[in-house]
């Protein structure tokens, strides 16, 4: 019996112990990349990196990866140093390092350091040195075995400052920290305090013993002083111990400025202390750590918090610990032993949850502190069983259980007084009711709370009424739903009874109940309504919205916003939003944006699943669900998403999957030019924010090239293998924990295409081929002109070789046929008697002239069947025609001169017979008329050109007094001398000479 009181005395003892799960912890250590575990610093850059100095190396974390900086003494632009780092972000964002042997300016736009000093301490082994603060002309600094320095902002120059009177001795553990104010810099050297002020030169060291100072605000300061908290008022420099424990037996090692108006401290016996500096009482206390498989003691020894406010803490060999804070202020109320968690049933009053679970009766847990107690019914009474639904009764200080009894299985409801303990059974008239009407298996259990003086719960198919007249138990039966089983109640604000069935609803309006028609018959799980007066009904398909005639207006189910259709509960909070638990964790339709939000055990849920009936708003607009691994609770108000989503960064860019050399950090690039030969371009990019990194979602898009926005998901990758030459905007941009969208981030991309490609060459080539079909389309019609020209001048060599034939014809064989014609009429009709003599003669004459017609069209002919005529032919032709003509004339002497080089010499057939012609008459002039005893014809070549003179010793002529006849040979001689382009000279000396010349232009 003893050991059975000592064993139950245990178990209260373990499942009394503290049940509020502890805030959720993400853990980084150099698995996952760290240079060491053991931390020094931190810090966060401009563009959202975090970058940690630990005892084995500078790295810089992105929310995924690590980087490390290694020392590198042939690097000048490595960083100098791998310990006893810190950090100070100056007023233009500039990331400053210092290290126990030098200090350092990062160079954002190289991603390497600018090394200001590097020296190796003499005398200390362990250095702490530190950046103090700024004013508007130095960055000031602590360092070992200097002392003070400041740092001109602009030049960059380092300088020793000198204080009067005080010496900063270096020793084995050398550690500078203090801050910058007001020309005055705070100084705290190896637990010693001096205010030098930077003015006057002057300093004072007040007989405070401080290991760690910051300013909290204008009047105070705020550090560590002999392991207690400390204020420090800055005028009077009385220092003042803040309590931070009701024992005050703690020791601070660290003291943190938050942003909203909080110190973090870090107290040995505790772990994290949050403490309001206004309020000034502490406000949350963190023992422990949890990273989701172990449990251990949260110790650190210093701590950052970054821009979504996140806090790091870090300690000694142990890594970095990243805590949400303030997180989504959900709490879990989770008991230590694992079967008691399966919530089925929820209460709560100002101080205390109450929670009905499936297997060991009714856990209790404390609002304040999360501890925990479990009361086993079978315990308090051994006729009931171990479990029951709870709810809310008439009397503050009592419970309703609808419990069971322990032979029998039957119903069997109860109370639970609050401060006693003790349970009271329902009346044996009530209970025997609800043992008949029980109904056998698994079904739906409610009490609503109707009004001040009346519950509502069910039996089977009955509804039923409770009351308490003078402290005792009233049950009344309301209505039988005759063939159901009810499974809720809902009372609207138009005072309408809803009741929800395993197949159907029901609506009493004004005392009348009628039957809404659904869809199908389903079981309705949970009723609500919101602030328009909608009716929303939770079932196992999803969401259904009645309107104001109840029929219904929307639907939600996982197609259209949901992300389980499994609805457990539903509540409208204080804002009119509304939430349902179901089987992937708890989601808010925000009335306002007509936009659901879910939430997963990862944002501090009990876990993803919860159960039906267990779900209770209280007064103060706190909301509960209970589910298969304890409760959560919150108030909808302080559920603030986190807004901060940073740009996007984009940490490499690979080229042919090769790393992209370049002297600028991939970040600061901005735009990019690659010839058409380097056209697979891949990218890396990351949104610094490290909430929970694991939920960033990212999307990218290659403008001229991709449609839409390429939805990524987790992956922080993309690649474009063989682009197009042309112009590109890569775009990406990510949304954080609570899908808060960052800005696009952007890098402009030119592919040069091939010269023939390019513009210039495309414009070039179009030029040419315009150019080119100019040049054709004159060239065509120039031939064409020149087709048409000579076709034209064939036309008129044709007609003046008509021209000239028919002149030939007039001239020579028209005259000649005409006087053939006469002289035949005058042999055939003479007008007198002939002689035999004269007709003879005339004959004769006939005969003669006849032998010139053919001699003439001979010669006529000659010259038209040639292409061309050499002048050495058309010689030969003239001197033949002259010895003809001069076999009558027998007594004229002929001199022919032939020129040299006739042959070379060529005349077309129509030069040639005009030529002949003007010779043919000059020649038949001067035998017909001249009474010429000496011919002289000289032909001449001379530069290509040919002149031919024909001359007689004749009786000569004045060219005034030129018989008619004689002027149109003469004229016609000119004619034809002026159509083969010659010029034509006649010369005549009467009684001496005639001569004519021909001479070629």
């Not at 944002?603 to 209970?626: R, V």
Request: glycine residues 6%.
């Amino acid at each position: 019996m003893l050991r059975v009181r000592t064993l139950l005395l245990l178990l209260v003892t373990y499942f009394s112990s503290f049940a509020q799960e502890p805030d959720l912890f993400h853990y980084y250590t150099v698995k996952d990349g760290l240079a060491q575990s053991s931390i020094n610093a931190m810090a966060q850059d401009k563009n959202g990196f975090l970058w940690i100095g630990t005892d084995g190396g500078l790295c810089r974390f992105d929310g995924y990866n690590f980087k490390n900086y290694k020392r590198n003494s042939a690097d000048p632009n490595a960083f100098n140093s791998d310990r006893g780092i810190h950090f100070y972000l100056d007023s233009k964002k500039r990331l400053w390092l210092i290290s126990y042997n030098g200090i350092s300016c990062y160079r954002d736009e190289k991603d390497n350091f600018l090394n200001l000093l590097t020296f190796e301490p003499k005398t200390s082994i362990t250095t702490y040195n530190n950046f103090f603060g700024e004013d508007e002309q130095f960055i000031w600094a602590g360092l070992s075995d200097y002392g003070l320095l400041k740092i001109n902002k602009q030049t960059l120059k380092l300088e020793k400052v000198a204080i009067p009177g005080i010496t900063f001795k270096s020793e084995h553990t050398n550690s500078f920290n203090g801050f910058v104010e007001k020309g005055k810099v705070w100084i705290v050297n190896n637990g010693k305090l001096t205010i030098y002020d930077t003015k006057t030169n002057t300093a004072q060291q007040p007989p405070i013993s401080v290991t760690l100072l910051f300013s909290l605000d204008e009047e105070k300061a705020l550090g560590v002083s002999k392991g207690r908290a400390m204020l420090l008022d800055k005028k009077s420099l009385r220092p003042e111990v803040l309590s931070l424990t009701r024992n005050n037996k703690e020791f601070v090692s660290l003291a943190y400025k938050l942003v909203n108006h909080e110190v973090l401290f870090a107290v040995d016996s505790i772990g994290a202390v949050f403490y309001d500096t206004k309020a000034k009482k502490v406000v949350k206390t963190i023992t422990t750590v949890n990273d989701g498989q172990s449990t251990r003691k949260l110790r650190f020894s210093s701590a950052y918090q970054d821009w979504s406010g996140n806090i790091w803490t870090q300690a000694y060999a142990e890594g970095l610990n990243m805590l949400v804070y303030p997180g989504k202020k959900f709490k879990r109320y989770r008991n230590p032993a694992p079967l008691t968690n399966a919530v089925y049933s929820i209460t709560a009053d100002e101080n205390y949850v109450y929670a009905g679970v499936s297997r060991l009766g009714m856990s209790i847990f404390s609002k304040k502190d999360g501890r925990s107690t479990l009361i086993d019914y079978s315990k308090k009474n051994p006729i009931l069983n171990k479990v029951g639904f709870i709810a809310r009764s008439l009397n503050p200080d009592q419970i309703i259980v609808l419990g069971y009894e322990a032979l029998t299985n039957k119903s069997t409801p109860f109370l639970y007084n609050k401060t006693s303990g003790k349970l009271v059974l329902f009346p044996s008239p009530v209970i025997n009711m609800f043992r008949q009407y029980w109904p056998e298996g698994d079904f739906r259990k409610f009490v609503l709370k109707d009004n001040n003086h009346t519950l509502l719960s069910s039996i089977g198919p009955y509804l039923l009424s409770i009351t308490q007249p003078n402290g005792k138990i009233k049950v009344d039966t309301i209505r039988k739903f005759e063939g159901e089983l009810l499974s809720c109640a809902f009372r609207d604000r138009d005072q309408n009874l809803w009741i929800g069935t395993y197949k159907s609803l029901y609506v009493q309006k004004k005392g009348v109940w009628a039957n809404v028609k659904l869809p199908k018959a389903m079981e309705i799980k949970t009723i609500n309504q919101d602030l328009i007066g909608n009716i929303w009904l939770g079932h196992n398909d999803g969401i259904y919205i009645l309107g104001q005639d109840y029929r219904i207006k929307d639907f939600y189910n996982e197609g259209n916003g949901l992300r389980n259709e499994h609805i457990y509960a539903i509540l409208r909070a204080d804002d009119g939003n509304m939430w349902f638990s179901h089987n992937k964790g708890l989601t808010v339709y925000k009335t306002k944006t007509k936009t659901f939000r879910h939430y997963q055990e990862d944002d501090g849920l009990q876990s993803t699943e919860f159960n039906s009936g267990a779900y209770f708003k209280a007064e103060d607009g706190e909301i509960f669900f209970g589910g298969i691994n304890g409760v959560t609770s919150f108030y909808p108000a302080l559920l603030k998403d986190n807004l901060h989503a940073p740009a996007v960064k984009i940490t490499q860019i690979s080229l042919f999957d090769r790393p992209y050399q370049t002297q600028r950090s991939a970040w600061n690039i901005r735009s990019l030019e690659f010839s058409y030969l380097e056209n697979s371009l891949s990218f890396d990019f990351t949104m610094p924010e490290y909430t929970d990194p694991l939920k960033n979602s990212y999307r990218y898009q290659m403008e001229g090239l991709d449609k839409e926005w390429v939805a990524a998901g987790s992956r922080r990758f993309a690649r474009y293998a063989a682009l197009p030459p042309g112009d590109y905007i890569f775009k990406v941009k990510a949304s954080n924990n609570d899908g808060i969208w960052s800005r696009e981030t952007s890098i402009a991309i030119t592919i040069i295409p091939p010269y023939w490609q390019q513009a210039w060459f495309q414009v070039l080539m179009a030029v040419i081929t315009f150019v080119l079909f100019y040049i054709l389309i004159i060239t065509i019609q120039r031939i064409r002109s020149r087709r048409k020209r000579r076709i034209f001048e064939l036309q008129q060599k044709v007609q003046l070789e008509r021209e000239r034939i028919s002149r030939d014809l007039h001239d020579n064989v028209g005259t000649q046929l005409s006087l053939i014609s006469k002289n035949i009429d005058g042999v055939l009709a003479p007008n007198d008697t002939l002689s035999i003599s004269d007709r003879q003669r005339n004959l004769a004459n006939i005969s003669l002239t006849s032998k010139e017609v053919i001699a003439t069209l001979r010669e006529t002919i000659w010259a038209l069947n040639k292409e061309e005529i050499s002048f050495e032919e058309f010689s030969d032709k003239l001197k033949t025609y002259v010895h003809k003509q001069l076999k009558v004339h027998a007594n004229m002497e002929l001199q022919y001169l032939e020129a040299d080089g006739a042959e070379n010499l060529t005349l077309n057939p129509a030069a040639a017979i005009n030529l002949f012609r003007i010779c043919q008459e000059a020649v038949a002039n001067a035998i017909k008329y001249a009474n010429a005893s000496k011919l002289e014809i000289r032909l001449e070549i001379f530069d290509g050109k040919f002149k031919i003179t024909i001359k007689d010793n004749g009786q000569g002529f004045e060219q005034a007094m030129v018989d008619p006849l004689m002027n149109y040979g003469i004229e016609n001689m000119k004619f034809r001398a002026a159509e083969m382009d010659c010029d034509f000279e006649l010369d005549s000396v009467p009684n001496e000479f005639t001569k004519i010349t021909i001479v070629k232009k």
